[in-house]
C-alpha cells in the first residue's frame, strides 16, 4: 500500500483543494441566505459577516489553488509525450485513452470539457468574495446582490461538481502513476 | 445614506458583471484556438502545459482589466444589480458554451 509522488499530487489536488472548496460552499451558502434584516441580532450579524468573509475568502483560495494545482502541476503529467517507441502507454493517460477508441472520448470530450470549464469558477468566486470582504454587513440591506451572489456560488459549485466528476472518471480510466 | 447605497451597488454590480466578461473571455479564447490553429500556438505560454495556459491567462488579464474599469466607472453610481446580474448570467452562459467541446468542435 503506497502513493507515488503523482497520484499524491494528484489526490492534492482533486480530494484535498477541492473537497475544501465543496465545503466551504455550503456554508457560505447557508450563511449569505439567512443574511437578512432582523433575522439575527446585531451582534450575531457581526459574527455571521466575519465568518462569511473569512469562509469566502477561503474558498476563493481554495478554487485559485485548484485550478492552478490541476492546470501546472498535474496536466503535464497527464499530457507528456511518450518517448518514441514506447508500446505500454500506462504512464501516458493522454496517449492510453487516444490510443483506445473505447476511452478515447474520456480525453475528446471529458478532458477537453473539464480544463477549459473548471477555470470558470475561481472567476466568480472572486468575484463573490471581493464583494463581500468589501461590503460586509451592508449586504443585510442588500437582497438583490446576496441574491446575484448565492446565484454565483451556486453556478461556481455545478462547474466544479463537473470538473471533479469527469475527473474522477478519467483518473478511473487512466491513473497518473 | 444615498452614497453609501450607491457605492455598494455600483461596485457590486461592476464585479458581477466583470465575472461575466470573465467567463466570456475564457469561451471565446478557447473557440478561437479551437477554429483559429495560429492562435492555439500563440497560446502555448508553457510547453509543458500546452495551449490551455494562454486561453487561461489571457481571458484572466481580460476579466481583470474589465472588473478595473467598470469599477472606476460605476463604483460611485447606483445599479440595478438584478438587471447586471441578468447581463452576467447570459455572458456566464456563452462562457460555458465556449468551454464545451461538441460546441467549440463545430469551428
Known sequence: ?177 | MKNVEASVTGSAAAAILAAGLGCLALGLTTTMAEAIPAVNEALVFSTAVGALSGKTTVALIFWIMGWVALDVKWKNAPKDVHKVFLGSLLLIFFGFLGTFPLFFELF
Open chain 1, 1 to 177: 500500500m503506497s502513493l507515488s509522488f503523482r497520484e499524491l499530487g494528484a489526490a492534492f489536488h482533486g480530494m484535498v483543494l477541492g473537497t475544501i472548496y465543496l465545503l466551504l460552499f455550503s456554508g457560505v451558502i447557508f450563511a449569505l441566505w439567512n443574511l437578512k434584516p432582523g433575522w439575527s441580532s446585531e451582534n450575531a450579524t457581526r459574527i455571521q459577516v466575519k465568518a462569511l468573509k473569512i469562509g469566502s475568502s477561503i474558498m476563493a483560495v481554495a478554487t485559485w489553488l485548484t485550478v492552478i494545482t490541476g492546470t501546472y502541476i498535474v496536466y503535464p503529467w497527464y499530457r507528456a509525450k511518450p518517448p518514441e517507441g514506447i508500446t505500454d502507454l500506462a504512464d501516458y493517460p493522454r496517449y492510453y485513452l487516444l490510443a483506445n477508441s473505447n476511452l478515447a472520448g474520456w480525453h475528446k470530450f471529458g478532458m477537453e470539457w473539464k480544463e477549459h470549464i473548471a477555470w470558470l469558477a475561481p472567476i466568480l468566486a472572486t468575484a463573490v468574495a471581493v464583494i463581500i470582504v468589501r461590503h460586509g454587513s451592508k449586504l443585510v440591506a442588500e437582497e438583490k446582490i446576496r441574491t446575484a451572489l448565492i446565484g454565483m456560488i451556486t453556478i461556481a459549485f455545478g462547474v466544479v461538481g463537473i470538473a471533479a466528476l469527469l475527473g474522477a472518471f478519467i483518473t478511473k480510466a487512466a491513473p497518473i502513476h
